[in-house]
């Protein structure tokens, strides 16, 4: 069984809505961002664990 670490990745597009959060499992190296249904364009991320950030940065979505 996979078990939550307590870290997430929250993903937010330029306007700073929260588009995703995506929890971050016990082992995991990566993490999978679906993007479907998304504008290309800048978005940001923030890595969080148990509400406090840890790191924050910028992720260019280009064209599918």
Same mark, same amino acid.
């Given at each position: 069984?996979? $078990?939550?670490? &307590? !870290?997430? !990745? %929250? !993903?937010?597009?330029?306007?700073? %809505? *929260?588009?995703?959060?995506?929890? /971050? +499992?016990?082992? $995991?190296?990566? /993490?999978?961002? =679906?993007?479907? &249904? +998304?504008?290309? &364009? #800048?978005?940001?991320?923030? #890595? #969080?664990? *148990?509400? %406090? +950030? !840890?790191?924050?940065? *910028? /992720?260019?979505? =280009? &064209? =599918?």
């Amino acid at each position: 069984s996979f $078990a939550s670490t &307590g !870290i997430s !990745i %929250r !993903i937010f597009d330029g306007n700073g %809505r *929260k588009i995703c959060e995506i929890p /971050v +499992l016990h082992g $995991a190296t990566s /993490v999978q961002w =679906h993007t479907e &249904g +998304l504008a290309p &364009g #800048m978005y940001f991320y923030q #890595m #969080m664990s *148990k509400e %406090r +950030l !840890i790191q924050s940065g *910028k /992720v260019i979505l =280009h &064209g =599918h």
